[in-house]
């Protein structure tokens, strides 16, 4: 049973209303078992207005937008718009690579010691730190904390090789993501032989994913924990993430209790972020995908701008 959803329009389609208690929703059940108690004081009065209206006026500007965030404790929709689209994600899609990772040293088929040399082959040079270090070689589990802290391509490029793409194809379908796909290696340039993009996802499938983890459901508790472990260390908290007020470099144990994992990607003309923020009154899984013309430092940074006001409202609505 389910009431109408707030959504970002296609412009030609009119702006969406927002119901009378000033939260855009949509009512949507998942399986998902009571983690903690809620407290929900007027919840009626914490509106994504703000986000809506800047998603709304990114579409209307030519962009492609996607957004999904629904309620932790019920799994109720609170606010979506073509989240069953799939998008580029970048970097973001590489979530599933890490899940892999995990379950395969969990299972012990991989050996996290085990030594992988930075190849000149695929090497990605125009970003990430292992290609500013001094160490050819490195341990599978530091490559993966490098993956998830810093967003390392090579490091990246070097977990998918270790897990192999069917495999990480295989666990995406299996934790009900048939939409979203890890389609390439990260690359310096992509020819006309190579995948368009590294990764395209919904934003219902991976905010449905954070929610998972934070539900230790994705494969099973040991897996679960991994991964959000490794997600904590993420240092790029400059779009969602930048209402939080976190510090990018030390944030898995934050003295007001917040609880935050995210991960994002970044491509030319591409933002995507997914994550869960937690704190005294709610819990929230979400995640935005921005599609946009990257002509100039102005469309960039209203499409930056667009992910902090979702952020602010977040934020108003965990606390």
């Known amino acids: 049973m389910s009431s109408p959803s707030a959504s970002v329009p296609d412009p030609s389609r009119g702006t969406p209303r927002v119901p009378a208690d000033g939260v855009a929703t949509a009512s949507h059940r998942s399986q998902r078992g009571g983690r903690r108690t809620p407290r929900r004081a007027a919840v009626g009065r914490r509106s994504f207005s703000s986000a809506l209206r800047a ?5 209307a500007s030519g962009a492609q937008v996607s957004v999904h965030v629904a309620d932790l404790d019920t799994g109720r929709k609170i606010l979506a718009g073509d989240d069953h689209v799939p998008l580029p994600i970048a970097g973001l899609g ?14 012990g088929t991989l050996d996290p010691l085990r030594i992988v040399d930075r190849t000149t082959e695929g090497f ?3 970003s990430g730190l292992w290609r500013n270090l001094r160490v050819p070689a490195l341990p599978l589990i ?7 802290a810093t967003g390392d391509p090579n490091a990246a490029n070097a977990l998918l090789d270790a897990v192999g793409h069917e495999q990480v194809r295989a666990r995406m379908v299996s934790l009900g993501m048939p939409r979203s796909a890890v389609l390439d290696h990260f690359r310096d340039k992509r020819g006309p032989d190579d995948a368009p993009h590294v990764a395209v996802g919904t934003t219902r499938e991976f905010a449905h994913l954070f929610a998972a983890l934070v539900n230790a459901s994705v494969v ?19 779009l969602v993430a930048a209402a939080t007020g976190l510090d990018p470099f030390a944030h898995d144990h934050d003295a007001h209790g917040l609880l935050f994992i995210n991960k994002t990607g970044r491509d030319r003309g591409v933002r995507a972020e997914a994550g869960v923020l937690a704190g005294p009154r709610a819990g ?3 995640a935005l995908t921005v599609c946009f013309d990257d002509l100039s430092i102005s469309h960039r940074l209203r499409a930056h701008d667009a992910f902090r006001i979702l952020g602010t409202d977040l934020m108003e609505y965990t606390h």
């Not at 590489?94 to 299972?107: C, G, K, R, S």
């Not at 099973?220 to 908290?237: R, T, Y």
Request: net charge negative; aromatic share 6%.
């Open 142 to 148: 530091d490559l993966a904390v490098l993956a998830a």
């Open 94 to 107: 590489f979530v599933p690579v890490l899940v892999e990772t995990a379950a395969a040293l969990d299972a």
């Open 220 to 238: 099973d508790a040991a897996v679960s924990a991994q991964v959000s472990e490794w997600l904590s260390l993420n240092q790029d908290l400059s």
């Open 124 to 126: 990605v040079a125009g």
């Open 284 to 286: 929230i899984a979400y």
């Open 55 to 59: 998603l709304e006026e990114l579409a």
